[in-house]
């Protein structure tokens, strides 16, 4: 009977972790959803608001890295100045991958349609952080 009791427990405990893991990987892609909705809106101030209000925050693109917030909202600005440059964003999510609790890896590809400036695309990687209960984004190599 006790066999069965822990075999039991340990069935159960580990369904709530699974289901945690769930939980948090929706979460993360919430953020991802939030910001291509943001982005299609045009808002780039919004499309920010996923990003960690820090100095330490990392933008690494093709013109190299940027560190701060405002300096990648700035980034953001004047490389999408209208509508027409930031076209419609499209996200596809190749992977996620929780290194623990706090921290989760996202593999992706974007596109953006701009019939009037001709369409582009590439891949992202995005390293996530949960501060203050909030899964926000550290650190984007996007290329």
Known sequence: MKTITSVLLLVLISFSIFAQKINERQAVLDV??????????????????????????MFIGSKGVVYGWKATLDRYNKSYPDRATMGTLKFDIQKTDFHSETTCWVLGKWYLTRPEKGDIGGYFTLILKKINGKWLIISDHTS
Do not use: H
């Open 32 to 57: 991802l959803a939030r910001q291509n909705k943001n982005w299609n809106e045009g808002n780039i101030s919004a499309f920010m608001e996923d990003y960690w209000k820090s100095d330490s925050l």
